[in-house]
């Protein structure tokens, strides 16, 4: 199981920060390259869709000074989330951005096309799809996709249902690319557990909510930091498409969290249409996932990184001795 080259030598810490809807940012994608972590943003978070470019130019300036000017500790690559279901009518114009900034890191979701894959090889970067199963891992690979994303029970936002243990059991029985793993990742003990199931790095999203460079409300951060993993509920009502969402956030709008009507897929939404008496999914109906319990209070993106490296170095420290002890 080898990194692409793209991603070799440029990680302080085997993960990917997740791209988040509303919440992840130029500000925060920095932040989390600089401290050595692979920092994605969805392309719908720049809005109007004008605002992209300007995204791009950013972040891809900032990390080159970056670059230049620490040699010896180059930020990692950054990535753009593309949501390439058919309902999203911005796909054409935001991919075309990428091809033009050249984009090291394109993460699809919701639907795998080869046309867009085409695309992103075209000029050498590299394509990781999500999915929730086996299935749908095969159809991302063999439509192009270079690696693989598994969201596993417990991820926050659009989230699968199985185990993660399964679930990269049967996809390294058959793929030995580039495996990412999602699901209640919050520290660096995670990390390494996903690495020792099969994984090549760790796919990080809500302890990412609670960093002061974040787009979130003050009492979304603040709801990150006092929940915990019996404060999430899995609902498909909020998208059409089931995720992990805060408690709180579905209280705040008068909702009963444990009798949630089912959602329906047809009519799929990315946050732009209001949604049940107004309240807006990200915006007001808060996703996240189950290992919210390791974040204590709100920090630095830079902090957190650092927080993460500190724990995966002493976890694998103590598997070592385990090792050692055992002969």
Not at 124 to 150: P, Q, T
Not at 243 to 268: F, H, W
Request: aromatic share 6%.
């Amino acid at each position: 199981m080898a990194l692409p080259a793209i991603l070799k030598d440029r990680l302080q810490l085997p993960a990917v920060a997740s791209p988040m809807f509303i919440i992840s940012n130029p500000d925060l994608v920095i932040a989390q390259c600089k401290a050595g972590v692979v920092g994605s943003f969805p392309a719908l978070n720049a809005r109007p869709a004008e605002e992209l470019e300007k995204w791009l130019q950013r972040i891809t300036d900032e990390l080159d000074a970056w670059n230049q000017a620490n040699p010896d500790q180059p930020a990692a690559p950054f990535a753009v989330n593309q949501i390439v279901h058919r309902s999203n009518n911005r796909l054409e114009h935001d991919l075309e951005l990428c091809v033009k900034y050249k984009v090291p890191i394109v993460i699809t979701s919701l639907g795998a096309r080869t046309e867009v894959n085409d695309a992103v090889h075209s000029y050498g970067g590299i394509v990781l799809h999500d999915i929730i199963n086996d299935r749908f891992a095969r159809k991302a690979i063999e439509k192009g996709a270079d690696g693989l994303i598994a969201v596993a029970a417990g991820a926050g936002g659009h989230a699968g249902t199985q185990s993660p243990l399964a679930l990269v059991q049967e996809i390294r029985a058959w793929f030995d690319g580039p495996l990412l793993l999602s699901g209640a990742i919050g520290t660096g003990d995670a990390i390494l557990a996903a690495q020792a199931m099969g994984a090549d790095l760790g796919y990080i999203g809500s302890a990412f909510i609670a960093t002061e460079e974040a787009n979130a409300d003050a009492r979304y951060k603040q709801a990150v930091v006092d929940g915990s993993a019996q404060d999430i509920v899995y609902s498909s009502l909020f998208t059409g498409v089931s995720g992990n969402y805060l408690r709180r956030s579905i209280e705040n709008q008068g909702l009963d969290p444990d009798n949630l009507p089912e959602g329906d897929p047809s009519t799929m939404d990315f946050g732009d249409k209001p949604d049940l008496g107004g309240a807006k999914a990200w915006k007001d109906i808060w996703g996240c996932g189950q290992g919210i319990g390791a974040v204590t209070n709100v920090v630095p993106a830079a902090e957190l990184v650092a927080r993460l490296k500190q724990e995966y170095q002493a976890a694998w420290q103590r598997l070592q001795n385990t090792v050692n002890a055992a002969g």
